[in-house]
């Protein structure tokens, strides 16, 4: 059984860091596109970032791009998103997915798995 299970969230100050974590059991996630999304109250779900199988690129989004930064620890089966210079809107719950689909996560539009998510509050 697959289970995705993301963390690091909470409270953070405008201009501060937070690191979230997508811990995975069930699944080697270096076989997997991983990828970061987000969802605002009131809003639909963004895709943030991914990281290809076996390491074969990234994409960060816009919105983020030069903030964040995602990467792998296969020997912890993990995925970090590292979230530096937070704005309030960045405010958002964070969820990470897995998808077997590859090579480029660019084009994985969807994901077979999902976490349940986890609160990013950036506040003063």
């Known amino acids: 059984q697959v289970q995705l299970v993301e963390s690091g969230g909470g409270l953070a100050q405008p201009g501060g860091s937070l690191r979230l974590s997508c811990a995975a059991s069930?699944?080697?996630?270096?076989?997997?596109?991983i990828g970061w999304y987000r969802q605002a109250p009131g809003k639909e779900r963004e895709r943030i970032s991914c990281?290809?199988?076996?390491?074969?690129?990234?994409y960060v989004a816009d919105p983020v791009k030069g903030r964040f930064t995602i990467s792998r620890d296969n020997a912890k089966n993990t995925v970090y998103l590292q979230m530096n210079s937070l704005k309030p809107e960045d405010t958002a719950v964070y969820y990470c997915?897995?998808?077997?689909?590859?090579?480029?996560?660019?084009?994985?539009?969807?994901?077979?798995?999902w976490g349940k998510g986890t609160l990013v509050t950036v506040s003063s």
């Open positions: 997915g897995a998808d077997p689909s590859g090579p480029s996560c660019f084009f994985v539009v969807d994901m077979d798995y």
């Open positions: 069930g699944v080697t996630m270096d076989n997997y596109t």
């Open positions: 990281i290809s199988r076996r390491d074969r690129g990234t």
